[in-house]
């Protein structure tokens, strides 16, 4: 094994994995590499190298070691082909991985792992914000009560199997070796169930599909595609005692009516009154803490924006928040009264955007004896008061 083949990422498992999910991650890639199995030309070395990996990670000193020095050994220097001083030869090697070696004694001998299942879950927006406590239901495969997973039934007994003698291997060449797998015909176990006495719940396979509720805690800040981790929770293996699988609960997240989201960050438009925008003043906004209230310069234009520090959605595997961005929409009267339409004529020729209705209507030019910032204060002030009133009304 190359010194720059790290261990860890042989196997596919963080440094701080516990020993049954480097057991887990082990098996399954034991099985998908091993030479019986996978015909690839580097399949062997691979296989190897996923064997060198588990036997080092899972004895807690040769780990400790191989974590400080680089090396399950202190004393070598860890070049190719270091770690394989104990490891005995082929036959040795698939042996172990399959648990060679004598009789299995009954049913549950062979360690097998379990499949991983899925299911999908459907939570609100605000529940993804939050955080929530709720349930999936699912179908893994189970041990069979009424034979205790056996697949005899009550009273009856199991016969040695005919192809393996009772041993629960079977025994093949490959490549000049004799390697030992659990016998096809009885699954390693050394026995089988005659028809005449197979439980009838399971048919004598000892295994059956159970209906179950699983409880699922979404953590705040979830999104969509998201997966939660429930260990233990999949099938349980067919063959064996070894440990279930996992269940992975994909978290779909309905839209807000009133939010959008990007990542932690969530977008707001914000609506805010001509005189607001025109004046200055405060707007109250929804967020997903509940409403605040906003303060909104003089002069906004349509489409500025605002942000929110903080006011946005927990950050997964992460500290802090997210913002809230504001998009501020200025919101225009649909109609006018007509002291409200004097006053906007009024501002329009102040600001030399047009003759005032006065001015119009008298067919004569607007009279600019005073300066326009002279007026203006009191001209915002009587525009904000109607159009205010207007609204009330």
């Known amino acids: 094994m190359r010194k720059s083949d790290d261990f860890y990422e042989v196997l596919g498992v963080k440094r701080d994995a516990t020993q049954a999910e480097i057991k887990k991650a082990y098996y399954q890639l034991a099985k998908k590499y091993h030479p019986d199995a996978n015909k690839a030309a580097d399949a062997k ?7 060198e990996a588990y036997d080092t990670l899972s004895d807690e000193s040769k780990r400790s ?10 004393n070598m220097g860890g070049g190719a082909g270091a770690g394989f001083g104990g490891f005995g030869n082929m036959e040795d090697i698939l042996s172990q991985m399959f648990g060679g070696g004598g009789p299995r004694g009954g049913r549950g001998g062979f360690s097998a792992v379990g499949e991983d299942i899925e299911a999908a879950v459907t939570i609100s927006f605000m529940d993804a914000v939050r955080g929530v406590r709720t349930s999936v239901t699912v179908t893994p495969v189970v041990k069979c009560s009424p034979c205790s997973g056996s697949g005899a039934r009550p009273g009856a007994k199991r016969h040695t199997c005919k192809t393996c003698g009772g041993s629960g291997q079977a025994t093949f060449a490959m490549g000049g070796f004799h390697v030992q797998q659990p016998c096809p015909a009885c699954g390693g176990e050394g026995s089988a169930v005659r028809s005449a006495d197979r439980c009838g719940s399971c048919g004598g396979k000892g295994r059956v599909r159970e209906r179950r509720t699983e409880d699922i805690d979404i953590p705040p800040g979830c999104d969509s595609g998201m997966r939660v981790r429930l260990p233990g929770k999949g099938d ?26 990007k990542g932690a960050d969530v977008y707001y438009d914000a609506s805010v009154p001509l005189h607001t925008a025109l004046l200055g003043g405060a707007v109250r906004v929804p967020t997903v803490d509940g409403d605040v209230e906003v303060n909104i310069k003089q002069g906004v234009q349509p489409g500025d924006e605002l942000r929110l520090r903080g006011k946005g959605i927990a950050r997964i595997n992460a500290r802090g928040r997210g913002d809230q961005y504001l998009t501020l929409k200025v919101r225009l009267p649909e109609t006018l009264t007509p002291a409200q339409r004097d006053l906007i004529e009024q501002f329009a020729a102040l600001s030399g955007g047009g003759p005032s209705h006065s001015a119009t209507a008298e067919g004569e030019g607007a009279d600019h004896t005073k300066p ?3 007026d203006s204060s009191s001209l915002f002030g009587r525009i904000k008061k109607n159009l205010r009133g207007h609204k009330d009304s």
Request: glycine fraction near 8%.
């Open 372 to 374: 326009a910032d002279d």
């Open 45 to 51: 070395d691979k296989f190897l190298k996923i064997q």
């Open 236 to 261: 349980a293996p067919i063959d064996g005692d070894g440990p279930s699988g996992d269940l992975y609960v994909q978290v779909r997240v309905t839209p807000s009516k009133v939010f959008r989201r």
């Open 65 to 74: 070691s191989y974590d400080q020095f680089g090396t399950a050994d202190p």
